[in-house]
């Protein structure tokens, strides 16, 4: 692997010796730099092992050690003698500050594991793991042999009615509805030799089916008890801590199940099988994981008055984490089922749901020094590609091990692979950042693992922000989603980049990235709006230009109906964004188009059907500035003349009420009054009967 100190010290403004044997006969020259006291970054993710033991046979070894990959990544490639710049920024990543730590997520398991299948499967299941846990069958059936006639283990047996819950906390409901209590069987046979129909297989539980009620069955388990007709089915339930469904369906049919639930369908012989084993039986005790949200009621539009609005994290949840509260006016995240994969807050318009880990001030750091020391090296057209940290790094370093031996191109010398937790945990906040600090691509590697859910939202946030850039002149496809399982095919998809061209803004930008969403938006636009090479900004910039953005854009206007129209302001108190706003000194409907986050609330509350909803970006000062959209001539009490509503609304109440009973005569010329007046009109009326009179 090719590597230049001078070139690479001078990046990153230090000495850098170079090392050809670091872990072997070198490692003194490791052991001399962790006994600094200065922070340490290794650039090897092979030997992390050995290194983190000679650390701790190390005397005095004070400094802190972090790692990066620099050969799968960039010195293994057809590319690698130009790829000092892509390495110079590795390394400077690297080195910057670990993030603060998150909160994290308990659960506590006692080993209580729930076996469901067949129970010959069942129960050659629980006898590997019979001595570490406490095993419960749920008998779906006999199998192709039985169950063995010593029986080791609780077998319970019915219809499932529900399972739910996660690690340390799940419950299953189900009705018992067989004849034969499995409690109280002794499997001694006797039914099985009687039974006529053989109705009656090695679960020990008939088949109704086949049953013909001559209840011999009944009479040879007299002994026991455990055969009875007239029994009542019960509705029954019980707690698990851990759940093996060896079921040919799945029980819990998520792409992300909850954790401790494991489906192998078809037994034992699933391809998984012995991994699954070995993993149950590590899971006992108490466990952390990192909360990976953070989630700020005031600020969602998920929903005001019981009206439902914005529901986007709902719906792309593959783990079934995010549930309305409507009534409360707010999604709820269960923490124990999230896991991690930040897709809901890609598709949050709002910033309500921010993800921690690392949270987003990092992340935007981070992309910044790579990309301001890849171009301070020298590079150019940086391609960020983002990509898991399991599936997605394993594809990347498989790719690079090939292109060593020549089989592939490996990865090119400007593009620059990041890790994240989860490939959709990024959005169009922290693409149009990159993009202004100076990335000419981001890429986003999709290796299978991911929901099909997830990769639709992610399809859509890419078509929001290539609009947005299309729309102020940026010529080129800024956003890519790669699809790839395989090496071949991820240097393929990679090989194809090169031949594209796309424009990005001449000065890389500076700004910080910030905790919210929209702060972050509005800086990314602003410096994206400046340096835009847009024609329509060029010749006039004075004047508004109007950029189409796809249905989904956190970005629009609304229309409004004026002839429908009755200014009653219900769509202001359901804006959860404030973009909708009345006036206090005058019947006006004004609206600030920067806040509105296209959630449908006005939408969907207007009684009149008189706002549809219109995603753009519209690039004029009058984007952060009140507008009217609508107004209406004051109503004037007809007692006092004060203004108390608008004409249009009172005309439109007095021709829906005219005809009702309760509305005739002066009861009607009522509503035409202000409060005030309409209660002194009330209580000095001579000819109608008073309530204080009965």
């Not at 898991?388 to 790094?393: C, L």
């Not at 191109?409 to 990041?418: E, H, L, R, S, T």
């Not at 393929?492 to 910080?512: G, I, K, S, V």
């Not at 090479?533 to 206007?557: C, R, V, W, Y």
């Amino acid at each position: 692997m090719p590597l230049e100190p001078k070139t690479l010290g001078t990046a990153l403004a230090e000495n850098l010796p170079l090392h050809s044997a670091l872990c072997r006969r070198e490692a003194p020259a490791f052991q001399r730099a962790i006994q600094s006291g200065d922070e340490v970054v290794v650039a090897c993710t092979q030997e992390k092992r050995l290194f983190g033991e000679l650390a701790q046979q190390t005397p005095d070894a004070v400094s802190p050690i972090r790692f990066v990959n620099i050969r799968e990544t960039g010195g293994w490639s057809r590319d690698a003698k130009s790829a000092m710049p892509k390495i110079a920024a590795l390394l400077a990543a690297a080195s910057l500050p670990e993030p603060d730590p998150v909160s994290t997520v308990s659960y506590a398991s006692q080993g209580r594991l729930l076996i469901v299948g067949a129970l010959d499967e069942a129960e050659k299941a629980a006898a590997l793991l019979g001595d570490a846990l406490d095993v419960t069958i749920f008998s779906q059936g006999p199998g192709m042999l039985g169950g063995a006639q010593e029986r080791r283990w609780p077998v319970i047996a019915g219809r499932i009615d529900a399972l739910a819950g996660w690690l340390g906390a799940f419950k299953l409901q189900w009705t018992r509805d067989n004849a034969i209590d499995l409690d109280l069987c002794t499997r001694c046979n006797a039914c099985l030799a009687v039974c006529p129909e053989q109705a009656i297989g090695f679960d020990y539980q008939i088949d109704n089916a086949k049953c013909t009620s001559h209840r011999d069955c009944e009479r040879a388990c007299a002994v026991a008890g455990a055969i009875d007709f007239s029994r009542a089915p019960a509705q029954l339930d019980g707690a698990f801590d851990l759940v093996l469904d060896l079921g040919a369906a799945p029980l819990i049919d998520w792409h992300a199940p909850p954790q401790g639930y494991f489906h192998l369908a078809g037994g034992l012989a699933h391809a998984q099988g012995l991994q699954t084993l070995l993993r149950l039986r590590e899971l006992v005790g108490e466990f952390e994981k990192p909360k990976f949200f953070d989630y700020k009621q005031k600020l969602c539009a998920h929903s005001r008055n019981e009206v439902v609005g914005c529901n986007a994290c709902i719906e792309v949840c593959s783990a079934h984490a995010v549930t309305s509260d409507k009534e409360r006016q707010r999604i709820v995240v269960n923490p124990n089922l999230c896991v991690g994969c930040g897709a809901c807050t890609t598709v949050c318009p709002t910033g309500a749901l921010g993800y921690t880990y690392p949270r987003t001030p990092d992340q935007g750091l981070k992309l910044r020094t790579l990309l301001s020391t890849y171009a301070g090296a020298g590079g150019r057209d940086a391609v960020l590609l983002l990509h898991s940290q399991e599936g997605g790094q394993a594809l990347v370093e498989r790719l690079g091990r090939d292109a060593q031996l020549g089989r592939a191109q490996g990865v090119p010398a400007n593009v620059i692979p990041i890790g994240l937790w989860h490939a959709a945990s990024t959005g169009i906040d922290l693409w149009l950042s990159a993009v202004a600090f100076g990335a000419s691509q981001v890429a986003v590697l999709a290796t299978g693992e991911e929901a099909p859910a997830y990769l639709d939202a992610l399809r859509k946030q890419m078509a929001i922000a290539q609009a947005l850039l299309l729309g102020l002149g940026y010529t080129g496809t800024h956003f890519r989603l790669i699809e790839a399982a395989t090496p071949a095919a991820l240097d393929a998809a990679l090989a194809a980049l090169r031949d594209t061209r796309q424009q990005r803004p001449a000065t890389a930008a500076r700004f910080a990235v910030g905790t919210e969403k929209r702060s972050t938006l509005e800086l990314a636009l602003d410096h994206l709006i400046d340096a835009a090479p847009a024609p329509a900004l060029k010749a006039a910039p004075e004047t508004a230009l109007a950029i189409p953005l796809p249905a989904g854009s956190p970005f629009g206007t609304i229309e409004v109906d004026k002839n429908k129209c009755t200014m009653c302001l219900a769509c202001v108190s359901a804006c959860p964004a404030s973009a909708l706003q009345d006036n206090p000194n005058a019947p006006q409907l004004r609206f600030v188009e920067k806040n509105c986050v296209q959630c449908g609330l006005c939408e969907t509350t207007c009684p009149e059907d008189a706002i549809s909803l219109v995603p753009r970006l519209l690039v004029a000062a009058e984007r952060k500035q009140p507008v009217v959209l609508n107004e209406a001539k004051p109503w004037s009490c007809i007692r006092c003349g004060k203004p108390f509503g608008t004409q249009k609304a009172i005309e439109a109440m007095l021709g829906k009420l005219a005809g009702h009973a309760m509305f005739q005569g002066e009861a009607l010329e009522r509503l035409k009054m202000c409060s005030d007046c309409r209660v002194i009109d009330l209580y000095s009326a001579q000819n109608e009967m008073k309530i204080t009179q009965l």
